[in-house]
């Protein structure tokens, strides 16, 4: 597997993880079942205003859709239509902050934080699933070995100022740091009720 399109599954894989936790602990706020620790709901806000829109989307789009677009002219519509999805993420991630913000100064507007929770992890968990059944698979399809060395190399430099190894690494603290705080038992369901779902 290139390393593109591994950085680009591994890059979706922890987006999804925190859209998880933003969509179970807004499900967890409403019923009651966790008291709101807004440190971690800052920190997940911080996460999804940056990592996708200044770290995964500028690669993903110019280096891996886009020589899809070049390769594949039929498929333009297909990414026309993600780019609108990126589009209305921002819209959404907006509006989640504005109720988040809302939310801590007032308890009474926890419904709201919730529905706009709700809808931007179920948008950006949507559109990662569309690129994957789309996209990824038409370029593993079309591109030839040497195709995916020029765009591993693109991959690599990552020399745009907001790419770098060093924003990466801001990331990782800032991944680990949510990580840390989240309380597995709400996100991820008791031992005793995973066994129970198992069985
Ligand atoms: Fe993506």
């Not at 591994?6 to 998880?20: A, D, F, G």
């Not at 308890?107 to 994957?132: T, W």
């Not at 030839?144 to 100022?161: G, V």
């Amino acid at each position: 597997m290139t390393l593109a399109y591994r950085i680009v599954r591994s890059e979706h894989y922890e987006i999804n993880l925190v859209m998880r936790c933003l969509h179970n602990l807004a499900d967890a706020l409403h019923r009651e079942a966790w008291r709101p620790d807004f440190d971690l709901l800052f920190l997940i806000l911080h996460h999804a205003e940056s990592f996708p829109a200044t770290f995964h989307h500028p690669k993903e789009e110019d280096y891996l859709f886009e020589a899809v677009r070049c390769r594949r002219p039929e498929a333009g519509p297909m990414l026309d239509r993600l780019g609108e999805e990126r589009a209305e993420g921002l819209a959404l991630v907006s509006d989640l902050r504005q109720a988040l913000e809302a939310y801590a100064g007032c308890p009474a507007a926890l419904g709201r934080f919730h529905a706009a929770a709700k809808s931007h992890a179920r948008h950006e968990r949507q559109h990662m699933r569309r690129e994957e059944r789309t996209i990824l698979p038409l370029a593993l399809q079309v591109f030839s070995k040497e195709d995916w060395r020029e765009i591993d190399t693109a991959f690599e430099r990552n020399q745009h100022p907001l790419l770098s190894a060093g924003r990466r690494a801001e990331f990782d603290k800032l991944f680990a740091l949510i990580l840390r705080r989240i309380p597995g038992a709400v996100v991820f369901g008791s031992k005793d009720a995973r066994k129970k779902k198992a069985a």
